[in-house]
């Protein structure tokens, strides 16, 4: 079946340093891509997506990138801050398989002044 | 707009008790989901309503699991007995559209800590 796999945390880095949280999934044919936060105390919430390979979401200084030949859509963001702190899952939508958002484990990411 | 609503925020009860769960989506929205978030796990779905009705409750355990959505708005989401293994953070989440496109809408969550 479909799933989602992505890099252990706990991510610590300082403020302004390059990030990437690698997701890679394994489904078949064609599935839209996302990434979800979690800041702490809050809801789930959508960083940002993409619906076919090559497609390029963004959001807030991250980017990810959907690569069908490495089924991966690894997030990065060039310069953290603080308040990226927060839990991040990719998750994937699978029309093959239902319609139901089957999510990661989450990377939990520390930024520190 | 006003977001999705969970109650209670916290529960702690015995093993063997029944515990229920309410979600206000947001206004308007068609489909809803329960999810439960084990510790260190990502969110697993466990049942989604597209208005009143059921479209998926594949991974619900239905001996002590169930959920209704009276009149297409909100829903509950109850366990009856509770076992050790259901500790989790139950989240419900909406969508406007009447199919899933991914972009999903989320409470905060319900904690439960069974004992």
């Known amino acids: 079946g479909d799933s989602v796999t992505q890099m252990e945390g706990p991510v610590t880095l300082s403020e302004e340093a390059f990030l990437t949280i690698n997701c890679t999934y394994t489904a078949t044919g064609y599935p839209s891509l996302f990434w979800y936060v979690q800041y702490p105390g809050e809801g789930l919430q959508l960083l940002l997506k993409?619906?076919?390979?090559?497609d390029k979401g963004s959001n807030k200084g991250f980017e990810a990138t959907y690569r069908k030949e490495t089924t991966s859509f690894h997030l990065e963001k060039g310069s953290v801050q603080v308040s990226d702190s927060a839990v991040y899952f990719c998750?994937?939508?699978?029309?093959?398989?239902?319609?139901?958002?089957?999510f990661g484990k989450g990377t939990s990411l520390l930024v520190t002044p | 707009e006003a977001g999705v609503a969970q109650s209670p925020r916290y529960k702690i009860i015995e093993k063997r008790q029944s515990v229920a769960f309410w979600c206000n989506p947001i206004?308007?929205?068609?489909?809803l989901y329960w999810y439960q978030q084990i510790l260190g796990q990502g969110p697993k779905l466990l049942i989604q309503?597209?208005?009143?009705?059921?479209?998926?409750d594949s991974q619900l355990p239905k001996d002590r699991f169930s959920a209704e959505r009276l009149k297409g708005v909100d829903s509950t989401l109850k366990i009856q007995p509770a076992k050790l293994e259901d500790s989790a953070v139950y989240l419900c989440?909406?969508?406007?559209?009447?199919?899933?496109?991914?972009?999903?809408?989320f409470g905060e969550g319900s904690r439960l800590t069974v004992l």
């Open positions: 998750a994937l939508l699978n029309s093959n398989s239902g319609y139901a958002l089957n």
């Open positions: 206004s308007g929205h068609a489909t």
């Open positions: 309503f597209q208005n009143n009705g059921v479209v998926d």
């Open positions: 993409a619906t076919k390979a090559d």
């Open positions: 989440a909406s969508s406007p559209g009447q199919l899933n496109t991914g972009e999903l809408f």
